[in-house]
């Protein structure tokens, strides 16, 4: 069978692309390079104002400070009157002697800006400037109503302190009276003090 000139064009084709082919696989470097770039904050386009490091200062009627809530960003929405924060830190002082340090990932301050919610890695610390001690209490979401000093969630906790540690499904913590009441599924252990 002869051999036409239609064939070798094909069987050329065929050959430089399989070099083409070839050399772009033993020349490929398969490490990727990713630079980080830097990420510009997200803005709702509905949203009428948008703050970076701020800090919101608020005080009572007699003009005593009673918290002071920081935030990598804030974003305001008009028509829910919500705010949303990333990375909120709340430092809360209706009880100056036993003040209380807030963290969280992120968070919402509720229509009227009195109450607040935080989730993912929540961790609340009260410390009792008389002694020293400290309550800390860990959980993935909570919310706090300013008015009434109270932190309430539905979800796992862990309160830890000098003495011992305590888990539980749900919280009340009356945080200006010290008392925690605590909903369901309560274990712990407490280690008396030592005199």
């Known amino acids: 069978m002869p051999i036409t000139s239609s064939y070798k064009s094909y069987l050329l084709v065929a050959c430089v692309l399989m070099t083409m082919v070839g050399i772009g696989y033993w020349s490929y470097d398969g490490t990727l390079h990713v630079t980080k770039q830097n990420r510009q904050p ?3 386009e509905n949203a009428d104002y948008y703050l970076v490091d701020a800090t919101i200062t608020q005080f009572n009627e007699t003009g005593t400070l009673e918290y ?3 935030s990598n960003a804030i974003t305001h929405y008009p028509h829910n009157d919500t705010t949303l924060l990333k990375t909120p830190h709340l430092r809360n002082y209706s009880d100056p002697q036993k003040p209380i340090v807030t963290d969280a990932l992120n968070g919402k301050l509720l229509p009227g800006d009195q109450d607040i ?3 993912d890695d929540v961790v609340m610390i009260q410390t009792d400037t008389s002694n020293g001690s400290q309550v800390r209490m860990d959980t993935d979401f909570i919310t706090i109503y ?3 000093s109270l932190a309430v969630t539905d979800r796992p906790v862990l309160i830890t302190n000098d003495t011992g540690r305590t888990r539980a499904i749900g919280m009340e913590a009356f945080y200006k009276d010290s008392l925690i009441k605590l909903k369901s599924r ?6 008396p003090k030592q005199p």
């Open 186 to 191: 309560v274990r712990g252990f407490h280690e």
């Open 68 to 70: 002071e809530l920081t």
């Open 42 to 44: 997200e803005i709702q």
């Open 117 to 119: 919610e935080l989730w």
């Open 146 to 148: 300013s008015e009434q």
